[in-house]
């Protein structure tokens, strides 16, 4: 008979996953992994035993994602599924992974195409809307993401603490690639910097959610925004402020690793993969300062 302290269902073995496995990772990637849990794979598997489950069991939820639009979800709902399995067998709690099956059928991926904006008059339109935003925090959000270009994610996440002097420095637990970044702080960022202070200088994070919860700024934050300004999801998403960052400093002739060392995009190939958080940071220092400039010279038109 097995002892009752083995994790006998789907449920079980993932609340054991999420303890050993995911107890380093980054908040907002545990937030992901709780809720793609929560809404895509407890409710349909959480009850049944680990051995019970089968391949179809789990294609029929993941084809269910699909349905919906949501390609990319329903890949990352199989693949948080398998990490489960490979914990559990690891742990002699299942002897197979049922997802090893499914290598394949479910649709390939779309390469995604952030929307952004390229024009330089529809770019001068975006900025003085943002900075008539009525909001002060929302409105100093805006900015410190599109001067910056940095992920949604990490602009959330921005802590008071990470802010030095003349530089943002991101540590590695919070970055995509798990690699340290440093962020130049343009004049433009640190007036954004200065006029918040008095507001949030007292949380840990830059941009606190308004419910005073202690959480940061949600994800619909600055989405919600830009809708309420006028730019559809089709036009502008607070993603895209890095692809526009991208196409105009390329455009304009800027060497383009240091483009692509400030984005903290890593080469794949071995050798250029040698990354240095630091790498270019004089180059980058003018590059952001030139971005922002950039910026405001459009919407003083």
Request: hydrophobic residues 40%; contains cysteine; glycine residues 6%.
């Amino acid at each position: 008979m097995r002892s009752a302290n083995i994790p006998q269902t789907f449920s079980e073995a993932a609340s054991e996953w999420l303890r050993v496995r995911m107890k380093d990772k980054a908040p907002g990637y545990l937030k992901t992994i709780h809720y793609r849990l929560n809404k895509y794979i407890l409710l349909a598997l959480g009850a049944f035993p680990l051995r019970d489950i089968t391949s179809g069991n789990i294609l029929h939820i993941c084809r269910r994602v699909e349905d919906t639009g949501h390609d990319e979800t329903a890949k990352r709902v199989k693949t948080i599924i398998g990490q489960v399995y490979r914990f559990a067998i690891a742990a002699g709690w299942a002897d197979s992974d049922p997802t090893s099956a499914l290598l394949g059928v479910l649709r390939p991926r779309i390469n995604q195409h952030y929307a952004t904006l390229t024009n330089p008059s529809d770019i001068a339109i975006l900025m003085r809307a943002m900075k008539a935003y009525p909001y002060t925090v929302i409105r100093c959000a805006m900015l410190f993401s599109v001067y910056t270009a940095a992920r949604p994610g990490e602009v959330r996440y921005a802590e008071w603490s990470e802010i030095k002097a003349d530089m943002w420095d991101i540590p590695a637990e919070k970055m995509k690639m798990k690699r340290r970044h440093i962020v130049p702080l343009s004049s433009q960022v640190k007036a954004v910097l200065e006029e918040l202070k008095p507001i949030t200088g007292t949380s840990r994070w830059l941009f606190p959610s308004p419910r005073n919860d202690g959480h940061c700024l949600s994800e619909n934050g600055i989405r919600v925004a830009l809708r309420t300004i006028g730019f559809t999801k089709e036009q502008i998403t607070p993603h895209g402020f890095r692809a526009m960052f991208s196409t105009i400093a390329n455009e304009h002739g800027i060497n383009r690793d240091v483009i692509e060392r400030q984005l903290a995009h890593v080469e794949r190939n071995s050798v250029r993969g040698a990354y240095n958080h630091a790498e270019y940071l004089p180059e980058r220092v003018r590059l952001m300062q030139w971005w922002s400039d950039y910026l405001d010279g459009l919407a003083r038109g």
